[in-house]
């Protein structure tokens, strides 16, 4: 019985046989060990774990192990999918001693310790028995047998099937083909059997696949004859209307005994994947390939190699909707028994795949775990021996799997350009996907806006869409910036978050720019990078494409009017020239005006009053508090931002026009570039002009400065108007002393 895997009959006749023999003797102790070891053998194969555990322990308090070293492995499998992982690993330590050479004792090592990772670190997918297809027998190896995947097919030994009488090897009735169909609202209907004798026979049917029109049928016939050790095989059949044709076996092993089953092909149905224990393999149950051509029919069958393979076995081959293929296997670390893996396809390689990946739990469980179909890339179905099954004992039932939508939502925080702390409410938020849907809000008091589900449930962000966010507030310039975020390609949670900003419509104080004292050099020492400062410009503008930017310079109130006019204008030209030649800003975009001291800036004092910074409110300071004295004149020195226009086009934009050198280099008439918003070009060293005839001759420059022209001191002709008229020529005149 044993020896022909009569392992249901067996079992009770090798434990009579253990009960009957004695201790006494070498002999009767030998043949007492190895009735046991039969006896757990037996409950092994017939998916009786705790009772197979019970008997190994028998062996091996007989010392079996001496003789057999693979009771106490096969012990430790029993231990681990019973879940005693601290028993199971001492027993694979003690295999590890009695065959040092053999790392299927690592396996299971490292499966114990993986097995705590896996559950601790569960992947979304939720499992659920489907009750409706199961019984307290054998269901197993789903799969879609129609186009529409709404007819399943899978195995059972559920009673009702072709086969007559008990399975002498598991115990059970004979397996047979059933299907089930899926209703309109998802529900499957009561499974029938499948009626044609050329599919269910009195031998055991499992294990179905189908090419891509499936039309072609490929499944396991397992024979049972007595006194017999037949191996399993592959059948083939047509569907001719709607009946399956007759079967054809599949001629792809040498011996009888040798068993080949689990089919699975690709679409074309020209590439068939398969389980056997043939000779040439890596140990156990491997997957082979066998290759259809129309003159010579299944080519000699090939191992899948050891990118696929282990030393342990590889069973329940399927391919994905994405070409992948998934299998089971007991011989990589898992979490017990056969755990489902996902091997990718090799990119650019027809049929070939590599780098198989644990599935992890729940999906995976401490019991064997096999046969996944998809059916979508969210679901699917597989079959599963653990706890919560239908029948008793751990029995394999089918089950399903859904991975749930990722969880995605939005918060959008607006704040001021520059500072983010100065958060705006009431800014309208308008957010746009790829799949068409939009919706806008309002930020609160806090400047936030969030978004995560409808009031019917549904979720704002989607899976696999990608969206662009805009803002716009009354008092603000538009921003030109569409901030976009995508959910494509992401398969975990995601709280997406963006952060925006809006540039109020009032005058931009920019970050402190300094001078040495009476010149426009952009000072940079120890204390200031005054350039790092005009970046906040640079900034600015290409955060805005389309702004013209005003940047005024105003000094304090000391010395005369004409002189801090000249260094106002100047230092302001500077940092034209600095955005212009160093950051490579369009000069066109760019207007810098020279204020003087005439529009001094105001601050808060003590008791929170608004006060203008005059020179007289400065000067009752300058001996009673000299540090708040040099405070206020600090803060009227100051460079300052006021947009002109925000629809600047470099295409349609007029050349600046070349600004006309000033007689006295006060910079009048500066101010009239603000109306225009075509800039003057920054400075450049040109040849001393000459006076015109009736103006007053310009003061001498002290020796040893080079005295540039103020900017801004002709009237720019805006973009589109007519060409001004030329000034009468100048009259020469002689170049006061000192004059550069």
């Given at each position: 019985?044993?020896?022909?895997?009569?392992?249901?009959?067996?079992?009770?006749?090798?434990?009579?046989?253990?009960?009957?023999?004695?201790?006494?003797?070498?002999?009767?102790?030998?043949?007492?060990?190895?009735?046991?070891?039969?006896?757990?053998?037996?409950?092994?194969?017939?998916?009786?774990?705790?009772?197979?555990?019970?008997?190994?322990?028998?062996?091996?308090?007989?010392n079996y192990q001496a003789k057999v070293p693979m009771v106490v492995f096969y012990n430790a499998e029993m231990l681990r999918n019973m879940g005693e992982y601290k028993k199971a690993i001492e027993n694979y330590n003690a295999y590890k001693k009695l065959v040092p050479g053999d790392t299927k004792a690592d396996v299971g090592i490292k499966s114990c310790e993986m097995t705590q990772e896996f559950k601790a670190n569960k992947t979304k997918h939720v499992v659920s028995n489907e009750e409706?297809?199961?019984?307290?027998?054998?269901?197993?190896?789903?799969?879609?047998?129609?186009?529409?995947?709404?007819?399943?097919?899978?195995?059972?030994?559920?009673?009702?099937?072709?086969?007559?009488?008990?399975?002498?090897?598991?115990?059970?009735?004979?397996?047979?083909?059933?299907?089930?169909?899926?209703?309109?609202?998802?529900?499957?209907?009561?499974?029938?059997?499948?009626?044609?004798?050329?599919?269910?026979?009195?031998?055991?049917?499992?294990?179905?696949?189908?090419?891509?029109?499936?039309?072609?049928?490929?499944?396991?016939?397992?024979?049972?004859?007595?006194?017999?050790?037949?191996?399993?095989?592959?059948?083939?059949?047509?569907?001719?209307?709607?009946?399956?044709?007759?079967?054809?076996?599949?001629?792809?092993?040498?011996?009888?005994?040798?068993?080949?089953?689990?089919?699975?092909?690709?679409?074309?149905?020209?590439?068939?994947?398969?389980?056997?224990?043939?000779?040439?393999?890596?140990?156990?149950?491997?997957?082979?390939?066998?290759?259809?051509?129309?003159?010579?029919?299944?080519?000699?069958?090939?191992?899948?190699?050891?990118?696929?393979?282990?030393?342990?076995?590889?069973?329940?081959?399927?391919?994905?909707?994405?070409?992948?293929?998934?299998?089971?296997?007991?011989?990589?670390?898992?979490?017990?028994?056969?755990?489902?893996?996902?091997?990718?396809?090799?990119?650019?390689?027809?049929?070939?795949?590599?780098?198989?990946?644990?599935?992890?739990?729940?999906?995976?469980?401490?019991?064997?775990?096999?046969?996944?179909?998809?059916?979508?890339?969210?679901?699917?179905?597989?079959?599963?021996?653990?706890?919560?099954?239908?029948?008793?004992?751990?029995?394999?039932?089918?089950?399903?799997?859904?991975?749930?939508?990722?969880?995605?939502?939005?918060?959008?925080?607006?704040?001021?350009?520059?500072?983010?702390?100065?958060?705006?409410?009431?800014?309208?938020?308008?957010?746009?996907?790829?799949?068409?849907?939009?919706?806008?809000?309002?930020?609160?008091?806090?400047?936030?806006?969030?978004?995560?589900?409808?009031?019917?449930?549904?979720?704002?962000?989607?899976?696999?869409?990608?969206?662009?966010?805009?803002?716009?507030?009354?008092?603000?310039?538009?921003?030109?910036?569409?901030?976009?975020?995508?959910?494509?390609?992401?398969?975990?949670?995601?709280?997406?978050?963006?952060?925006?900003?809006?540039?109020?419509?009032?005058?931009?104080?920019?970050?402190?720019?300094?001078?040495?004292?009476?010149?426009?050099?952009?000072?940079?020492?120890?204390?200031?990078?005054?350039?790092?400062?005009?970046?906040?410009?640079?900034?600015?503008?290409?955060?805005?494409?389309?702004?013209?930017?005003?940047l005024s310079s105003h000094t304090d109130s000391r010395g005369s009017d004409k002189a801090n006019q000249l260094l106002s204008d100047n230092r302001a030209k500077e940092c034209v020239k600095y955005l212009v030649t160093e950051k490579g800003i369009d000069p066109k975009r760019l207007v810098p005006v020279g204020k003087g001291e005439r529009e001094p800036t105001t601050w808060k004092d003590e008791n929170g009053q608004s006060v203008k910074l005059t020179e007289a409110y400065i000067n009752?300071?300058?001996?009673?508090?000299?540090?708040?004295?040099?405070?206020?004149?600090?803060?009227?020195?100051?460079?300052?931002?006021?947009?002109?226009?925000?629809?600047?086009?470099?295409?349609?934009?007029?050349?600046?026009?070349?600004?006309?050198?000033?007689?006295?280099?006060?910079?009048?008439?500066?101010?009239?570039?603000?109306?225009?918003?075509?800039?003057?070009?920054?400075?450049?060293?040109?040849?001393?002009?000459?006076?015109?005839?009736?103006?007053?001759?310009?003061?001498?420059?002290?020796?040893?400065?080079?005295?540039?022209?103020?900017?801004?001191?002709?009237?720019?002709?805006?973009?589109?108007?007519?060409?001004?008229?030329?000034?009468?020529?100048?009259?020469?005149?002689?170049?006061?002393?000192?004059?550069?």
């Amino acid at each position: 019985m044993f020896r022909s895997e009569k392992f249901c009959e067996a079992a009770d006749e090798c434990a009579l046989a253990y009960a009957k023999l004695t201790r006494k003797g070498k002999r009767a102790i030998d043949m007492k060990s190895d009735m046991a070891f039969k006896t757990g053998e037996c409950y092994r194969q017939t998916e009786h774990m705790s009772d197979a555990h019970d008997w190994y322990e028998k062996a091996i308090l007989l010392n079996y192990q001496a003789k057999v070293p693979m009771v106490v492995f096969y012990n430790a499998e029993m231990l681990r999918n019973m879940g005693e992982y601290k028993k199971a690993i001492e027993n694979y330590n003690a295999y590890k001693k009695l065959v040092p050479g053999d790392t299927k004792a690592d396996v299971g090592i490292k499966s114990c310790e993986m097995t705590q990772e896996f559950k601790a670190n569960k992947t979304k997918h939720v499992v659920s028995n489907e009750e409706k297809l199961n019984t307290d027998g054998f269901e197993m190896s789903p799969m879609f047998s129609d186009k529409k995947e709404s007819l399943l097919m899978f195995s059972t030994t559920r009673a009702g099937g072709a086969g007559g009488g008990k399975d002498p090897r598991s115990c059970d009735n004979y397996m047979d083909l059933w299907t089930s169909q899926k209703d309109p609202k998802g529900n499957w209907s009561q499974p029938e059997v499948i009626k044609n004798p050329e599919i269910n026979t009195e031998d055991n049917e499992g294990t179905v696949c189908f090419d891509g029109r499936s039309k072609v049928m490929f499944f396991t016939r397992c024979p049972n004859i007595k006194k017999q050790n037949l191996g399993c095989n592959i059948f083939m059949a047509e569907l001719k209307g709607k009946e399956w044709g007759d079967t054809v076996r599949l001629n792809l092993k040498n011996h009888d005994s040798i068993s080949v089953g689990h089919p699975c092909v690709t679409e074309d149905g020209k590439f068939l994947i398969f389980a056997s224990d043939m000779p040439g393999g890596f140990g156990g149950r491997d997957l082979w390939y066998t290759t259809f051509e129309k003159k010579s029919g299944w080519a000699a069958p090939k191992n899948m190699g050891a990118e696929i393979n282990t030393a342990g076995n590889e069973l329940f081959p399927t391919l994905g909707k994405n070409g992948e293929l998934f299998y089971s296997t007991d011989g990589m670390p898992g979490m017990g028994g056969l755990d489902i893996v996902k091997a990718a396809k090799v990119a650019g390689e027809e049929n070939k795949w590599e780098n198989p990946v644990n599935m992890g739990s729940p999906i995976n469980s401490e019991s064997n775990d096999y046969g996944l179909v998809e059916f979508n890339e969210r679901r699917g179905y597989f079959t599963s021996e653990r706890k919560g099954s239908a029948g008793k004992d751990l029995r394999p039932d089918i089950w399903s799997y859904e991975l749930p939508p990722n969880l995605f939502d939005l918060k959008v925080i607006v704040a001021e350009r520059g500072d983010k702390t100065k958060r705006i409410d009431l800014v309208t938020v308008n957010v746009v996907g790829s799949d068409g849907t939009s919706w806008s809000g309002e930020t609160g008091k806090n400047g936030e806006i969030y978004w995560e589900k409808y009031p019917n449930g549904d979720r704002y962000i989607k899976e696999n869409t990608s969206y662009k966010v805009s803002i716009g507030k009354a008092g603000y310039y538009e921003n030109p910036k569409i901030e976009e975020f995508t959910t494509v390609g992401l398969n975990y949670d995601q709280n997406f978050i963006v952060e925006m900003n809006l540039l109020p419509r009032k005058p931009i104080r920019l970050p402190e720019v300094r001078y040495p004292l009476g010149k426009w050099t952009l000072l940079v020492d120890s204390t200031i990078n005054s350039k790092d400062s005009l970046n906040f410009v640079y900034d600015l503008l290409t955060e805005y494409p389309g702004m013209v930017l005003e940047l005024s310079s105003h000094t304090d109130s000391r010395g005369s009017d004409k002189a801090n006019q000249l260094l106002s204008d100047n230092r302001a030209k500077e940092c034209v020239k600095y955005l212009v030649t160093e950051k490579g800003i369009d000069p066109k975009r760019l207007v810098p005006v020279g204020k003087g001291e005439r529009e001094p800036t105001t601050w808060k004092d003590e008791n929170g009053q608004s006060v203008k910074l005059t020179e007289a409110y400065i000067n009752q300071f300058k001996t009673t508090n000299p540090k708040k004295f040099e405070l206020l004149h600090q803060l009227n020195r100051r460079t300052e931002g006021k947009v002109l226009r925000m629809d600047y086009n470099p295409a349609a934009a007029a050349a600046p026009v070349q600004t006309a050198p000033a007689a006295t280099g006060t910079g009048a008439g500066s101010g009239s570039a603000t109306t225009t918003g075509t800039p003057a070009k920054p400075e450049t060293k040109t040849p001393a002009a000459t006076p015109a005839t009736g103006t007053a001759t310009p003061k001498p420059t002290p020796a040893g400065t080079a005295k540039p022209t103020p900017a801004g001191t002709a009237k720019p002709t805006p973009a589109g108007t007519a060409t001004p008229k030329p000034k009468p020529t100048p009259t020469p005149k002689p170049k006061p002393a000192g004059q550069q």
